[in-house]
């Protein structure tokens, strides 16, 4: 059974840092999304297995999607956090590729079980 296990979700104040961490391995796409209540999933960053990786708009600069040598654990190092940022983060894996985009939520068949984020001013 495909499992992926996500943690190092918490509260930060605004301007701080956090790591999350995915542990799971053998696909050719994994990425972190995040998800407000009443919201669809918001695609962040995508790590393709030749590891290219692509990041939205709304965290390039901030975030950033990693691998262990191994690839068996997904990272997105948070840095500079705003209040914006609080949300439900979730880590996604499937068998396609993303070296050019962050493929959208209905894209990805396996998924973590969610690690919380918040933000505070």
């Known amino acids: 059974q495909v499992q992926l296990v996500e943690s190092g979700g918490g509260s930060v104040e605004a301007g701080g840092s956090l790591r999350l961490s995915c542990v799971g391995s053998?696909?050719?796409?994994m990425a972190w999304f995040r998800q407000l209540p009443g919201q669809a999933r918001e695609g962040l960053a995508s790590?393709?297995?030749?590891?290219?990786?692509q990041y939205a708009d709304s965290v390039k600069g901030r975030f950033t999607i990693s691998q262990d040598n191994a690839k068996t654990t997904l990272y997105l190092q948070m840095n500079s956090l705003k209040p914006e940022d609080t949300a439900m983060y979730f880590c996604?894996?499937?068998?396609?590729?993303?070296?050019?985009?962050?493929?959208?939520?209905?894209?990805?068949?396996?998924w973590g079980q969610g690690t919380q984020v918040t933000v505070s001013s």
């Open positions: 996604a894996a499937d068998a396609i590729r993303c070296q050019v985009w962050v493929p959208p939520a209905n894209h990805f068949a396996y």
């Open positions: 053998g696909y050719s796409c």
């Open positions: 790590i393709d297995k030749d590891g290219t990786t």
